[in-house]
């Protein structure tokens, strides 16, 4: 989908008119405004601000090897200022609207597969060391070597495969859509039906969104949020109503609006204590599986976002690429020194995206929203996913539109698009439509004998996605629990 087509009109100043933040960020080059870009970055702080209440429950919710848990408080704080640090330096240095904090996935690796066999700082040590070697693959160009060595069709399918992902997200998180054991594994709100006042908040916000979307308000997504939240908490204090449903944020009043950051956690690291603790070849597995989850859903939501936001060349690159990459793997380190788990881009920046944003300006709005959250945890809350989900369906649609630029009738092309679009929402993973459609992109090009198609870097990435699949038969033919 062209950017005339889902940008709110806000024409850019003539070439003679630019001010220092137009100068900074090149807003006339892209297109953009400042009004825009702060509409772009508000959005997205609101689409991914779940982000400080869920992060602390997921490692909260762990215990250590000795039994320890962290502070809720402290990960709060934590959480709140790993993301705003990490996305304002993504914005000054990659300018690109791509705002971090920490990853959904690579958390539970930490909360789940890490801290049972070590101490808490002992696992955050390995976080670090996650980091520092994603930025080592970024500094020596490897990283954005095999970023430019998958095929541009593939490119636009990882593109729509995120839309279709954070859709199913935006659904899931929303109770609009369910899970269950049984038959059928999804289904429509309560026993396939749409029965809490949660899922009409989500239902009446979704059209509102749609119908000032497609007329072209400028801050169609950010109008319908606050809406969406406003009802929220009419609904939720009525006491009249029956109560729940809502997930991990209540929209309740808060008592306080203001409430005091507790740091207590910064610092927090054994770097390689875990590797004693663990054992040499447990705390590798472990580590191994943080720079794969890392390198390529971060390299996905990078690709697909960027290509969204019409920042993708002619030859399917993204500029400044390498500064983005080691403000990736730098955000990651930084994640695990404040022990709120590795940081990285998150695909929620797409909702900011389809509210106009195009530059690093609007991660600025991002990242000092978050930084204002340390002081206002209370407030931030109070917005439920029922409001906030709405916009990456919207956004999620405007994705989508990325398959059109895939040529369909070509079998080399089209089966590995299509698992890579597919595998991103049934197996809820980035990395594993990434993987799957990498792998059979390779398998495919070999058995037709076109070897030399693929790109000498695209053969290492095959051969750890298929240690990736295959990881945990290894760790048990190696005995590792």
């Known amino acids: 989908m062209s950017e005339a087509s889902t940008v709110p009109t806000d024409d850019p100043p003539p070439a003679g008119e630019r001010g220092p933040l137009d100068r900074l960020f090149d807003l006339s080059g892209r297109g953009t405004t400042v009004a825009r870009e702060l509409r772009g970055g508000v959005t997205t702080f609101f689409a991914m601000a779940y982000i400080i209440l869920l992060n602390p429950i997921i490692l909260g919710g762990a215990k250590d090897v000795t039994g320890a848990t962290l502070s809720i408080p402290q990960l709060t704080t934590m959480t709140a200022l790993s993301a705003a640090v990490t996305t304002v330096i993504m914005g000054l240095a990659g300018n690109v609207p791509l705002a971090l904090a920490a990853g959904l996935g690579i958390n539970a690796v930490v909360a789940f597969q890490a801290a049972p066999v070590m101490t808490w700082p002992q ?47 935006g659904l899931v998180d929303a109770g609009f859509v369910t899970s269950s054991a049984a038959s059928p594994p999804l289904s429509l709100g309560t026993g396939g039906r749409l029965e809490t006042w949660p899922a009409l908040v989500f239902a009446l916000t979704l059209l509102l969104m749609i119908v000032l979307f497609v007329r072209r308000v400028p801050g169609a997504i950010l109008i319908s949020i606050v809406v969406g939240t406003v009802v929220a908490v009419l609904i939720q204090d009525n006491a009249s109503i029956r109560k729940g449903g809502w997930g991990v944020v209540t929209p309740d009043v808060p008592d306080k609006l203001f409430a005091a950051p507790d740091f207590g956690l910064l610092g927090e690291v054994d770097l390689f204590g875990g590797f004693g603790r663990a054992g040499f070849i447990t705390a590798l597995v472990v580590l191994f599986t943080l720079v794969l989850s890392g390198f390529f859903d971060a390299m996905g939501t990078i690709l697909g976002i960027s290509d969204e936001a019409g920042l993708v060349d002619e030859r399917g690159q993204v500029p400044r690429l390498g500064r983005i990459l080691s403000v990736d793997g730098l955000s990651a380190a930084f994640g695990g020194l404040t022990s709120s788990s590795a940081n990285t881009v998150f695909v929620e920046s797409a909702a900011g995206v389809g509210e106009g944003a195009r530059t690093g300006l609007a991660n600025i709005a991002t990242g000092l929203l978050f930084a204002v959250t340390l002081f206002l945890t209370p407030l931030a809350g109070v917005v439920p996913a029922q409001a906030a989900a709405p916009a990456l369906v919207v956004v999620g649609a405007m994705m989508m539109a990325q398959v059109a630029k895939v040529d369909w009738s070509d079998p080399e092309l089209t089966i590995p698009a299509f698992l890579t679009i597919v595998l991103m929402p049934f197996t809820y993973s980035i990395t594993t439509g990434l993987g799957m459609g990498i792998v059979s992109y390779a398998v495919i090009k070999a058995a037709r004998g076109r070897w030399r198609d693929i790109a000498p870097a695209l053969w290492p990435v095959v051969v750890l996605f298929l240690l990736f699949f295959a990881i945990h038969p290894i760790e048990e033919w190696l005995g590792v629990k």
């Open 123 to 169: 696992a955050m040590g390995l976080v670090v060391i996650e980091g520092l070697v994603i930025v080592l693959l970024a500094l020596t160009g490897i990283r954005e070597r095999i970023m430019n060595s998958i095929p541009l069709a593939l490119k636009h399918a990882i593109a729509a495969g995120i839309g279709a992902f954070i859709t199913l997200v």
